[in-house]
């Protein structure tokens, strides 16, 4: 009768004299057969009654305590952080090594210590002072020590029909949080989780089921580790049951899926190597017998690990590390120096040089062997394609700067980690890097070029500076580097390879950026000379030809005359980056390491077009940077591995940025880690794997969302019906033709699992507003006729040749627009029938209906009406808002006057020859709205 008892004196309410007697005769006649059943149907019973009558149980009716005292005294510190899952702050207790502040360049291990029933700050002041002492002796290697709070009796689970989650707040909030704030070992290899009694039993469930997170974990006379809850129930001395009830809701399948045992027989596979794992019981533990019970159970599973009896030994921790002794201690250093990612069998003389280049804004065509603009000459780019792979279809998983960078060093999609877009960095320290992932493998790893990973929306110079100093490459597992953009670079050697003390140190070079960071790159690669049989990991991010444009020489001058001042400068600096790319590869011949080094080259977006143009091409691809049609996530990408991969090949499937850090792990002999989202290429460029690497990839940026499943390609614009697209030609997105009318079922597919995928994220699901930033991305698609749905040549903008100011606004799509004496002369870039080169100002801001007077002259040829389309404020370019207009004949200079039936403000208009037309000369345009008048002279 003790459990109802506890269950009444509890707090439970509206209970008639009836209910009881049933409760009693329930409790005292339940069933018959075994204490398992007959345990497992008295709660059932007994939670069915609960429910009927309204009631709570007393644990659950309690609000958690989450927020625990402070600890006097500067051995432990409390933190707090916000934590979603629990909707309120969330304590956690921290002690950190003694060499912590004197070693401010240091990053230290964690162990997660997990306290048994009871909880609260009971016992943590003795244990940190127990391992702080060891750390002080020498015994233990400094560690960082956390203590989760894990309630009085929350069993480290979360909870079946109560909202306490603590396996979701210990895993995705607090382990991140606790990364992001101190100086972690970030990974498996830098964690180990450790708990005592029902503590012991959190550190197995957790340690085994997110063997991912933690290399090591240590059960303490764990329990319980049985699957039967009716000997769990006497896991504490009173109120066992009242526990399954509030934590499992008294469901013996609950109780089951959650046990270590059961989780052991799920992960085995990927718990025989690598992990350290012990199980220390005491002889004289009520314990024992399942602790035995599942030593037995991970032999038959073949999962190493070690397990003691300790003897004349009760469940009292003090008991059970005083009876380790210097064990204890020996248990830690191996598993500090145990703790690397399971390998393949790679030997260390047989794992390659990585080195990764990251060009900026460099669009798809400026790569002389891609073949589509013979201005554009890369002799040592091509060099490289034809030396390994040049892949038709890379992509990269943002259409701007910061996300895309996130996810080629994570190798993960960077809304994982809620790095959207370039507002919203830095890069978390809890993601591991490329070079964190390789360091346990014996790599040396550089970082030489642009970050951008380092910025955020912090406001403040206080703020913005520490965002920077905690986000350097050092913290992020980069040996050394010559961090910057141009001028000013933080460093930690200087280029003739010195170390700079009391790094890093801020150099200044006012010399064209490519070539100083090209002699960064040559730098580490001298360093690298006089260890070389040990492998280096090496980042290149250029910064071109991103602008500010520059007109380096000698290559500026060796671009044509005729090209556009952005256009020459783009090729100028492009030919900069190529000839550094062949004094890298050529210093890697002389140091004999050509043949062992992997080598990858890719844009990081593609280029932007317009008034922001940067001189980079990515014609035939529809679009720019800032959109996720194929323009803007579609890159040069080669790779090259010298006697591993096949010499020149082209491989058509598509592959993603997110390749690298996957295909880097794999040649290092790291083991697949799931975490990644990206493959490794080797098998599929060795033509060992038929298939295709990606089933789908998927994109996500603000109001734009996409997935590709070859051939289709659907998009997503905020609310917007989608958006569907064959890109199996070599243009992308097929004659700008909107399939989605009729392809519905692959739409519909395709749109779901777009939305299954944006489900996984952080925040999750799809941006479906209409909010000011999803119109902004509505123009960039109206301008490149991608959401008119018209047949017609792909539009490959190329902007005007001279400055903004000389064209007022005006931008020419799908055509040359040149200022002449006369007026702004606009040409087709493609002289086949179907082109249509058309004027767009999304700047225009004027109250309708609107009349438009323009004085042009046609070149020649052109075959019905022009038109003009425009959108307002409120909505996109529609079926409706289109006038069209007689083209004048002849060359002479004719006045022709459209009426723009709206009501509302419009905001941005086009202005389309004749589909055929040769070219247009506009002088002088007027619009005369209600009430207000904006003209436009381009004459003279």
């Known amino acids: 009768m003790k459990p109802l008892f506890l269950l009444c004196n509890g707090g439970w309410f509206g209970v008639g004299g009836s209910l009881l007697v049933i409760f009693v005769v329930l409790w005292r006649h339940g069933c018959a057969g075994s204490r398992r ?137 607090l382990i991140p949080h606790i990364d992001g704030v101190f100086r972690t070992v970030r990974g498996p290899e830098g964690r180990i989780i450790e708990g005592f009694s029902t503590g012991g039993y959190g550190a197995a469930r957790l340690g085994l089921r997110h063997h991912q997170l933690f290399g090591a974990v240590s059960m303490l006379s764990a329990g319980p580790l049985q699957l039967d809850s009716g000997d769990a129930a006497r896991l504490v001395p009173e109120g066992g049951e009242q526990v399954l009830l509030d934590v499992y809701g008294g469901d013996q399948q609950y109780f089951e899926a959650q046990s270590p ?298 671009t044509p005359e005729h090209l556009p001042l952005q256009r020459r400068q783009a090729l100028a600096m492009i030919a900069a980056m190529d000839e550094g790319v062949g004094r890298i590869r050529e210093k890697l011949r002389e140091q004999g390491a050509d043949r062992r080094t992997l080598i990858f080259f890719i844009g990081d977006n593609g280029a932007p077009l317009g008034t922001a143009w940067d001189g980079s091409l990515n014609k035939p691809l529809a679009g720019q940077k800032g959109m996720l049609s194929e323009g803007g996530v579609r890159t040069p990408f080669v790779a090259a591995w010298p006697g591993r991969w096949p010499a020149g090949g082209v491989y058509s499937q598509p592959v993603s940025s997110l390749d690298v850090a996957a295909t880097a792990a794999a040649a290092a002999g790291l083991r697949p880690d799931p975490q990644l989202d990206g493959v490794d290429l080797t098998p599929y460029v060795t033509g060992q794997r038929r298939d295709a690497p990606h089933e789908r990839l998927f994109w996500r940026w603000g109001s734009q969302s996409a997935v590709l499943e070859m051939p289709w390609k659907l998009i997503r614009l905020g609310n917007r019906p989608p958006l569907l697209f064959d890109v199996s030609t070599p243009e992308g997105e097929h004659q700008r033709r909107n399939l989605v009318t009729e392809q519905p079922e692959v739409a519909a597919r395709l749109d779901r699992r777009l939305r299954e995928w944006a489900a996984q994220l952080q925040p999750a699901g799809l941006s479906e507003d209409a909010s000011a930033f999803s119109r902004r991305h509505e123009e960039l698609f109206g301008e490149h006729e991608l959401i008119a749905g018209e047949r017609g040549a792909m539009p490959s903008a190329i902007p005007p040749r001279e400055d903004e100011a000389a064209i007022q606004g005006w931008i020419g799509r799908n055509g040359v627009l040149t200022k002449t004496e006369s007026g702004l002369l606009l040409e087709p870039e493609s002289e086949a029938a179907g082109a249509r080169a058309f004027l767009t100002n999304s700047r225009l801001d004027i109250p309708g209906p609107v009349t438009v007077v323009l004085r042009i002259r046609a070149v020649a040829g052109g075959t019905g009406p022009g038109r003009i389309t425009w959108r307002t404020r409120e909505a996109s370019f529609a079926e409706h808002q289109v006038s069209e207009f007689r083209w004048p004949e002849g060359e002479e200079w004719r006045e022709v006057a459209v009426e723009l039936r709206e009501r509302s403000r419009i905001q941005h208009v086009r202005i389309q020859p004749p589909v055929g037309a040769e070219g247009v000369e506009v002088q002088a345009m007027e619009f005369r709205g209600a009430g207000e008048v904006v003209e436009y002279w381009f004459g003279g």
Not at 59 to 88: H, K, N, T, Y
């Open 261 to 558: 045992w059961r989780i052991a027989e799920m992960e085995a596979g990927s718990l025989r190597e690598g992990r350290v794992l012990r199980q220390i019981v005491g002889d004289r533990d009520e314990t024992l017998k399942h602790n035995q019970n599942f030593h037995r159970h991970l032999d038959s599973l073949q999962i190493p690990h070690e397990f003691r009896q300790l003897p004349a030994v009760s469940q009292n921790l003090n008991a059970v590390l005083n009876s380790l002794g210097e064990d204890n201690w020996k248990f830690y250093r191996r598993a500090l120096t145990g703790l690397v990612p399971p390998t393949l069998t790679v030997e260390p003389s047989q794992r390659p040089n990585i080195l990764v280049i990251f060009s900026d804004d460099h669009g798809w065509a400026d790569l002389g062997v891609q073949g589509m603009d013979p201005d554009v000459r890369t002799p040592h780019l091509d060099q490289l394609a034809r030396d390994g792979v040049r892949f038709e279809r890379g992509y990269v998983t943002a259409p701007q700067c910061v996300p895309s960078r996130a996810a080629l060093l994570t190798g993960r999609y960077q809304q994982r980690f809620g790095v959207e877009d370039n507002n919203r960095g830095p890069l978390p320290l809890s993601e591991l890097t490329i070079a964190e992932r390789l360091r346990p493998q014996g790599y040396v790893s550089g970082w030489v070029g642009k970050s951008h990973l380092d910025i955020g929306a912090a406001k403040g110079v206080e703020k913005s500076q520490r965002i920077l100093a905690d986000h350097m490459p050092q913290h992020q597992g980069f040996d050394e580097y010559f961090r910057g953009e141009q001028r000013q670079y933080y460093a930690s050697h200087d280029l003739l390879g010195r170390p700079l003390p009391n790094a890093p140190q801020v150099i200044t070079d006012n010399r064209f950026r490519v070539v100083v960071q090209t002699e960064a790159a040559l730098s580490f690669l001298d360093r690298r000379a006089a260890d070389p049989e040990r492998p280096w990991f090496l980042y290149l991010a250029l910064y071109a030809p991103h602008v500010p444009l520059e007109s380096p020489e000698p290559w500026f001058s060796e």
């Open 37 to 173: 059943m007959c345990v497992t149907g008295r709660l059932k019973w007994l939670l069915w009654c609960c429910v009927c009558c309204g009631m709570m149980p007393s644990l659950a009716a309690q609000s958690p305590q989450w927020v625990l005292p402070e600890i006097p005294g500067p051995l432990v510190q409390r933190v707090l952080f916000d934590s979603a899952a629990a909707g309120e702050q969330v304590s956690c207790y921290v002690s950190l090594p003694p060499e912590y502040d004197s070693q401010p360049q240091r990053r230290f291990p964690v162990l997660y210590w997990l306290h048994g029933m009871g909880g609260g700050s009971a016992g943590v002041t003795q244990v940190a002072q127990r391992y702080q002492t060891a750390m002080q002796t020498g015994q233990l290697p400094p560690l960082i020590i956390v203590f989760p709070n894990g309630l009085s009796a929350g069993m480290w689970c979360d909870w079946k029909f109560r909202d306490v989650r603590l396996e979701t707040i210990l895993i995705e909030e």
